[in-house]
């Protein structure tokens, strides 16, 4: 399955920005996840959607981020309010548990936060 990721953007603080990922290949069955590599750090994973829809986040982004999918069209999102400067980073999704080198990466979508 390939992954491409779109929507990213130059925001201001404080501003919103919804991601979409659109995946070659079925979904469904699978926990999804979006993931972030900021400049010069590891890539980091952000969110997890379940089959069901229901996601958990890690705690620089809770409350502030609301992941999504529609298993139908093969896709999820990111919706991403109340951004801050240190969520600047190129943004992927995957499969939860997806490897650095050993799995296909899509592209990715840049995302800077400006102060």
């Known amino acids: 399955v390939q992954f491409v990721e779109f929507g990213g953007g130059l925001m201001q603080a404080g501003r919103s920005l919804r991601l979409s990922c659109e995946a070659s290949?079925?979904?469904?069955?699978?926990?999804m996840a979006w993931y972030r590599e900021a400049p010069g750090k590891d890539r980091e994973l952000v969110a997890t959607i379940a089959r069901d829809g229901r996601a958990d986040y890690v705690d620089s982004v809770k409350g502030r981020f609301s992941a999504s999918r529609d298993n139908a069209k093969n896709m999820v999102f990111l919706q991403m309010n109340n951004l801050k400067p240190e969520d600047t980073a190129v943004y992927y999704c995957?499969?939860?548990?997806?490897?650095?080198?050993?799995?296909?990466w899509g592209p990715g979508t840049q995302v800077t936060v400006s102060s």
């Open positions: 995957n499969f939860q548990g997806a490897r650095l080198y050993f799995d296909s």
């Open positions: 290949g079925s979904i469904s069955l699978k926990t």
